[in-house]
C-alpha cells in the first residue's frame, strides 16, 4: 500500500506545475486561435505537416492521424488549427496519442505556429534545432516523452515562448544559459531528465517566470542568489538534484512563492509511513527496497541555517527542506526561523526532516496555521518537549517526531487531533503513560511510539481506532496486560509490535480476529499462559515471535493453517510436549527458534527441519532424532525385564514365521496370477496410485457412484484431454472431490496420464493442487478408464474470474486478491522449478490451470503436459527426452522459443507466468480480438509501460 500511495503522490507533486499553469497561463483566455482558413492556403505548412506524418512510424489509436489525407485541406485534419486570410497553422496539438517517431525538423517550418503539443506520446530522437525558427510560438511542449540529447540553444531565438516544458524525457547536458534571455517565459518544466551542469546564474534575467521546475536531475552547484530577483515566482521545485552550499536568502525575496521544495523530494518517504511496517522488514529480508535512497534520485547537500526572513513569504502553502542534509548544524538557534513562519498562515506541509536541527522544540510550533496537515521534523537532534498547544493544528494529518531527544510526556491534547493518521514519536526519551484518549484518534492509520521510557498500559480505547494497520509499542517500560480491545481491530495488517516491555498475563484469544496481520511480535515480556488456538485464525501471518516469555502447555495444533508463515519464533518460553509434525509441512517457513523449552520426543525430518540451520532446539534436553547435522541422541525404547525377556523368544520365533509367511504369500501370489490370466480383462482391479505409502485405492464403480454415472450436472470443466467431475466419495477424504476422467480416445491421453502421475508422485506445496489418488482400471464394458481424484476447489479457475460469465458477474476480484494470487502462483512455480525432488516444467501455466479455493488460495493444477528436468541438466536445460517429446501448450501462452523447436525450459514457465499476470491486471485475453496485424498482449502493455499503465488495467 505504501508504495501504491508513494507513486501516486509523486504523480500529484508532478501536476502541481500543470495546475498552475491552467490557471495562470491558458487561463488568461489570451491567444485563442480557431479561425477557419481561407481559400488560398500556403502550401509549405502543408509540406510540413506531411513530413511531420511520415516520421511518424506506428501508434495513432484514437485515429486522429486518419484525417491527414488529400480528401480534406490542411487546416481541417485532426489537431490542426490555422487562422489568418491565407490559412497558416497556428497550432499543432496531439498529446496522449501514442504516436511513435521522432520529430521531423520540417516543424520548424510552421512559421506561423503559435502552439506545439505533443506531450505524452512516444517520441524518440532529439529536440530538432530547426524549432529556434518559429519566432511566434508561445508553447512548446514535448513532455513524457523519450527525447534525447542537448536543450538546443537556439529555442533562445522564440521570443514569444511562454511555456517551456520538456519534462520526463531523457534530455543530457546543461541548462542552455542562452534560453534565459526569453523575458517573456512563465512556465518553465525540466523535471526527471538527466541534465548536468549548474543551474544558469542568468536565471534571474526570466522576470516574468512563475513555475521553474528542474528537480530530478543531476544538476551540480549552488542555488544562485539571482534566483531571488524573480519577484513573479509562485513554484520552486529544484529538489532529487546534487546541489550544494546554503540556502540563499534572496529566496525570501520571492513574496509570491508558495511552493518551495529545494531537498530531497520526499513524498515517497513521508507517505511510506503510512505503511510504517516496511520499516521492520529488515529483520527478514533486510532493507526494503522502497526505502533505499538510491530510489528516490539524488539528494542535494546543503548546509546552514534557514534564512530567518522566510516568514516573509506569506502565501506559502508547501515547504520542503527535508533529505540527508546539514541544515542547523552546530547552530544551538538553528529552529529560530519556525517563528517567522507563524505568518505564513495558508502554510499546509512543512517538513525539515533528516536534517541537523539542534536546540529545543520552539513552542511557537504550536501557532503554525490552523490548516497545516503535514508536520514532519524527525531524525534531528532537537530536545525539549511536545509543545502543549498541538492542538491548535486542527488540520494535521501526519506528526513525524521521531529519531529526536524529545523528553518529558506525551500531551494529552494530541487525542483531540482527530484527523491525524500517522503519529510517530519512535526514538525519541519520552516517558509518563501514553495518553488515554488517544482512541479519539479514530482515523489513526499508524502508530509508532517505540523507543522510548513509557509506561503504564496500553490504553483499551485503542479499540476504537478503526483504521488502525500498524503499531509498534515495542522498547518501552509497559506493564499490565494486552488489552483485547486492541486485538479486535481487523484493520491491523502490516504490524503489531509490543516486544521488549513488561507486559504480564494472557494472549487473550481475541487475537484471533486480526485475520490480515502480517507481523506479530510480542518478544520479551512477561506474559504467560497457554498459547491460544485461535492463533491459527491470523491466516495471513508471516512473522511471528513470541520468545523471551513464559507461555506454557503444548504448541496448539491450529498453527498449521498459518499456510504463509515464514518465520517463527518460541524460544526461552515454558513449553512442553512434542513438537508438531505439521511444522514440518508449513512450505513457507524458513526459520523456526524453540529453544529453550521443555519439548520431548523425536525431532521432525521433513521441512523446514532438514536444513539444520533453519531451526534452533537448543535447551530442550528430552528432544531426539531428526537429523544427522543436530547431534541428537537416537529415540530408543526403553522396556521392562519382562519386554526383553518376550523380546528373546521373539528373536527366535521371528525367523521362523518369516519363512512360514513368505511361503504364504508366495502361494497366495501365485493363485492370484492364475485367476488373473484365466479371468482376463473381466475383473475390475482397485487402482494403483501414484503416490506413497497407504494409498486409498478405488474402483470404477466408486468414482461412477460418486458422480451419479459422470452425469453432466456434475461436469464443472474440460481439458485437451480428458473432462473434470465432482464428487461426493464415500471414503473419508473429505466432503467433495474434483475427479479427472481421461479421454483415452485423444491421441496423446496416456502419455498426458503418465506425465500427471510421475509429476505429482513426490511434490507437495500449498500452492499445488492436492492429488489423493489415481484409477487405472476397466469400465464395465471392458474399455481402459484412467482418472485422476482431486481436492475441490469451490471457486473455480481464475480464468471464470478474470472472465466471468453468470457465475461470478456480480463480483470482480479486487486488487488485492489478484496480488495475492500472483504470488501464490509464483510460490508453485518456485517450488516445481527449485525445491521439488527434481526440476519439474508445468509447460501449461495459464488462467484455467490456476484454481482457487475457498479462502481464495491460488492451487497449480494440470500437469499432463509437465516434464522432469534431469539434475545434472540444470534448471534452463531441457533432458534429451524433451526434445523428441512435441510441445503442447496453449497459444498465447507459449514462450517462442518453443515454437520455434527449442527446448522445454522453466523460462518457459517464467514467460507463461509474465503472460498470465498481463491477464490479470488487464483483463484481456493474450488472444484477444482487438490483437490485430501481428500484435500482442505483452506489446499493448509495453506501448504504454511505465507512464500510461492506468490506460490499460481492469478498472
Known amino acids: 500500500m505504501a508504495n501504491q500511495l508513494s507513486h501516486c503522490c509523486k504523480s500529484i507533486l508532478l501536476l502541481l506545475p500543470y495546475l498552475f499553469l491552467c490557471t495562470t497561463v491558458y487561463g488568461s483566455g489570451a491567444d485563442v486561435i480557431g479561425a477557419a ?48 486570410r491565407i490559412g497558416r497553422v497556428r497550432t499543432l496539438e496531439l498529446p496522449s496519442q501514442r504516436l511513435v517517431g521522432s520529430l521531423s525538423p520540417s516543424l520548424g517550418n510552421l512559421t506561423f505556429l503559435r502552439e506545439l503539443n505533443l506531450g505524452d506520446n512516444l517520441f524518440t530522437g532529439t529536440i530538432p534545432p530547426e524549432l529556434g525558427k518559429l519566432s511566434r510560438l508561445r508553447t512548446l511542449n514535448l513532455t513524457t516523452n523519450s527525447l534525447g540529447g542537448e536543450i538546443p540553444a537556439n529555442l533562445s531565438n522564440c521570443k514569444q515562448l511562454r511555456v517551456l516544458d520538456l519534462g520526463t524525457n531523457a534530455l543530457v547536458g546543461r541548462i542552455p544559459s542562452e534560453i534565459t534571455n526569453l523575458s517573456k517565459l512563465k512556465l518553465l518544466y525540466l523535471l526527471v531528465n538527466n541534465l548536468t551542469g549548474v543551474i544558469p546564474p542568468s536565471v534571474g534575467n526570466l522576470s516574468s517566470l512563475t513555475v521553474l521546475a528542474s528537480g530530478r536531475n543531476a544538476l551540480r552547484g549552488r542555488i544562485p542568489e539571482e534566483i531571488g530577483l524573480i519577484s513573479g515566482l509562485q513554484f520552486l521545485q529544484i529538489a532529487e538534484n546534487q546541489l550544494s552550499g546554503a540556502i540563499p536568502k534572496s529566496l525570501t525575496n520571492l513574496s509570491s512563492l508558495y511552493f518551495l521544495a529545494i531537498a530531497t523530494n520526499q513524498l515517497e518517504g513521508l507517505l511510506a509511513d503510512l505503511g510504517a511496517a516496511l520499516l521492520q522488514l529488515e529483520t527478514l529480508y533486510g532493507t526494503h527496497p522502497s526505502l533505499a535512497p538510491e530510489r528516490f534520485g539524488s539528494y542535494n547537500h546543503f548546509i546552514g541555517s534557514v534564512p530567518a526572513g522566510i516568514g516573509r513569504l506569506g502565501g506559502l502553502l508547501w515547504l520542503n527542506l527535508e533529505g540527508n542534509n546539514q541544515l542547523g548544524a552546530g547552530e544551538e538557534d538553528g529552529l529560530g526561523f519556525i517563528v517567522s513562519l507563524v505568518n505564513c498562515t ?6 525539515i526532516g533528516s536534517n541537523s536541527f539542534e536546540g529545543e522544540m520552539p513552542a511557537s510550533l504550536a501557532n503554525l496555521s490552523s490548516r497545516l496537515s503535514m508536520l514532519i521534523m524527525g531524525d534531528n537532534l532537537i530536545r525539549g518537549s511536545i509543545p502543549e498547544g498541538i492542538e491548535n493544528l486542527a488540520s494535521l494529518s501526519v506528526l513525524r517526531l521521531e529519531s529526536n531527544l524529545l523528553s518529558g510526556r506525551i500531551p494529552a491534547s494530541v487525542g483531540w487531533l482527530q484527523g491525524m493518521q500517522t503519529l510517530s514519536l519512535f526514538g525519541n526519551r519520552l516517558s509518563g503513560q501514553i495518553p488515554s484518549n488517544i482512541g479519539n484518534i479514530t482515523r489513526l492509520n499508524v502508530l509508532r511510539i517505540d523507543s522510548n521510557d513509557l509506561e503504564g498500559g496500553i490504553p483499551s480505547s485503542l479499540g476504537a481506532c478503526r483504521s488502525l494497520q500498524y503499531m509498534d509499542a515495542a522498547q518501552n517500560m509497559l506493564n499490565g496486560t494486552i488489552p483485547g480491545q486492541l486485538l479486535r481491530l481487523s484493520s491491523l495488517s502490516q504490524g503489531l509490535r509490543l516486544s521488549h ?20 511480535d510480542l518478544s520479551e515480556n512477561r506474559l504467560s ?4 488456538a485461535s492463533l491459527g485464525d491470523c491466516q495471513s501471518l508471516e512473522y511471528l515471535d513470541m520468545s523471551g516469555n513464559s507461555f506454557s502447555g503444548s504448541i496448539p495444533s491450529s498453527l498449521n493453517k498459518l499456510k504463509g508463515i515464514g518465520y517463527i519464533d518460541l524460544s526461552r518460553n515454558k513449553l512442553a510436549g512434542r513438537i508438531p509434525e505439521y511444522l514440518g509441512q508449513l512450505q513457507a517457513l524458513q526459520h523456526l527458534n524453540l529453544s529453550y523449552n521443555d519439548l520431548d520426543g523425536e525431532v521432525p525430518q521433513s521441512g523446514v527441519f532438514r536444513n539444520a540451520s533453519a531451526i534452533s532446539i537448543a535447551g530442550n534436553i528430552k528432544l531426539c532424532g531428526g537429523v544427522p547435522r543436530l547431534r541428537l541422541p537416537s529415540c530408543l525404547n526403553h522396556t521392562s525385564a519382562r519386554t526383553k525377556n518376550r523380546n528373546h523368544v521373539l528373536r527366535i520365533l521371528v525367523p521362523v514365521l518369516c519363512v512360514v509367511s513368505a511361503l504364504i504369500v508366495l502361494s497366495c501370489a501365485s493363485f492370484a496370477a492364475f485367476l488373473w490370466i484365466k479371468k482376463g480383462s473381466r475383473r475390475e482391479p482397485h487402482c494403483v496410485p501414484p503416490l506413497g505409502t497407504q494409498p486409498m485405492l478405488i474402483s470404477h464403480s466408486e468414482l461412477f457412484r460418486a458422480t451419479d454415472g459422470f452425469s453432466s450436472e ?17 471414503q473419508n477424504i473429505g466432503n467433495t472431490v474434483a475427479i479427472k476422467v481421461l479421454n483415452l480416445e485423444r491421441t496423446g491421453a496416456y502419455k498426458s496420464f503418465a506425465a500427471e502421475c510421475e509429476a505429482l508422485r513426490n511434490i507437495r506445496h500449498r500452492n499445488l493442487v492436492k492429488i489423493f489418488t489415481c484409477c487405472s482400471s476397466v469400465d464395465p464394458s471392458g474399455n481402459d478408464f484412467r482418472a485422476l481424484v482431486f481436492e475441490f476447489m469451490p471457486n473455480g479457475s481464475l480464468e471464470q474470474w478474470l472472465h466471468p460469465g453468470e457465475r461470478h458477474a456480480s463480483r470482480r476480484l479486487t486488487i488485492a486478491e489478484r496480488l495475492s494470487i500472483a504470488t501464490d502462483v509464483a510460490c508453485a512455480i518456485d517450488y516445481l522449478h527449485h525445491h521439488s525432488h527434481a526440476s519439474i516444467v508445468h509447460c501449461d501455466l495459464k488462467p484455467s490451470n490456476v484454481l482457487l479455493d475457498d479462502d481464495m488460495t491460488a492451487h497449480v493444477g494440470d500437469f499432463g503436459l509437465a516434464r522432469i528436468l534431469s539434475d545434472e541438466m540444470g534448471a534452463s536445460t531441457a533432458p534429451e527426452q524433451s526434445k523428441t517429446v512435441r510441445v503442447r501448450g496453449t497459444i498465447g501462452y507459449v514462450p517462442p522459443e518453443y515454437g520455434m523447436g527449442g527446448d522445454v525450459s522453466t523460462e518457459g514457465d517464467v514467460y507463461s507466468y509474465g503472460i498470465l499476470l498481463l491477464e490479470m491486471f488487464t483483463g484481456l485475453r493474450p488472444t484477444d480480438g482487438t490483437f490485430k496485424d501481428g500484435s500482442t498482449l505483452r506489446e499493448h502493455a509495453k506501448v504504454v509501460f511505465p507512464e500510461r499503465v492506468m490506460e490499460i488495467l481492469d478498472p
Not at 499462559?529 to 491460544?532: M, R, S
Request: glycine share 12%; with cysteine.
Open 37 to 84: 482558413p481561407a481559400l488560398g492556403s500556403n502550401a509549405t505548412d502543408r509540406l510540413a505537416l506531411l513530413a511531420f506524418k511520415d516520421q511518424i512510424i506506428s501508434g495513432d489509436p484514437h485515429g486522429d492521424l486518419s484525417s491527414w489525407n488529400e480528401t480534406l485541406h490542411f487546416c481541417s485534419w485532426q489537431g490542426v488549427t490555422c487562422a489568418g
Open 346 to 351: 495558508r502554510l499546509e506541509m512543512f517538513d
Open 501 to 520: 516491555n513488561a507486559l504480564v498475563g494472557p494472549l487473550p484469544a481475541e487475537v484471533g480476529n486480526l485475520k490480515n496481520l502480517w507481523q506479530l
Open 529 to 532: 499462559g497457554e498459547v491460544p
Open 714 to 730: 456434475n461436469l464443472i470443466g474440460a481439458g485437451s484431454y480428458g473432462s473434470v467431475y465432482m464428487g461426493v466419495l464415500d
